[in-house]
């Protein structure tokens, strides 16, 4: 009776580890991150990292650039969104996050300088939307735009499981001119990681 009951009690110890290692396996965040090279040329330099779920439906922005989102004033003039001065400014972020309707007060919330120096830029997705809910499990897109020099752009997309285990998602990169290669190293080295 009592190796029954130590069997037991050795059984129900396994059930409860392999339960919890299978859980801390889980996915808990989005990583997303990528080289960033400053750029001096004309309408360059501005991008977006956001979410949608499967069905295309926006489901959070995790930044865009300040000059996108908010504008530039100069001599005292009131700033206008950037992307109604340039409306190559990463128009599909523009399409999906529906700028048009948004506050002031909820871009500023998403976006932020425009990066003044070369570097790795990285972004935490911790699978809530634009509200600060949880979503629900299933299937989502992340999605980096790049404006590279004025309608010469770049979309980085890549398709994951919210509860996935850890691990890269694999992302493909779509150009809108076949000749960018002077400017592709404005965003380089993109990557999306569960963690």
């Known amino acids: 009776m009592k190796k029954m009951y130590l069997g037991g009690l050795l059984l129900l110890a396994v059930a409860a580890l392999l339960m919890c290692t299978s859980a801390s396996d889980k996915a808990s965040q989005l990583e997303v991150s990528f080289q960033y090279a400053k750029q001096n040329t004309p309408g360059s330099n501005q991008y977006a990292v956001w979410i949608e779920d499967s069905s295309g439906k926006f489901v959070k922005t995790l930044f865009v650039t300040k000059y996108t989102a908010k504008g530039r004033a100069r001599g005292g003039e009131t700033p206008v969104r950037g992307y109604i001065v340039r409306p190559a400014c990463v128009p599909r972020w523009v399409k999906a996050s529906g ?36 979503v629900p499990k299933g299937e989502y897109k992340v999605m980096v735009e790049a404006t590279l020099f004025n309608d010469h752009a770049v979309l980085f997309s890549g398709t994951f499981r919210s509860d996935a285990a850890a691990g890269d998602v694999t992302l493909k990169a779509e150009y809108t001119q076949p000749d960018n290669n002077n400017f592709k190293n404005m965003v380089s080295e993109v990557k999306a990681v569960l963690k």
């Not at 309707?101 to 300088?113: I, K, P, T, Y």
């Not at 699978?127 to 809910?133: E, S, V």
């Open 99 to 134: 700028a048009a309707e948004l506050s002031d007060e909820a871009l500023d919330a998403v976006s932020g300088a425009t990066p003044s120096a070369d570097g790795l830029q990285s972004f935490v997705w911790d699978m809530t939307d634009q509200a600060g809910k949880a």
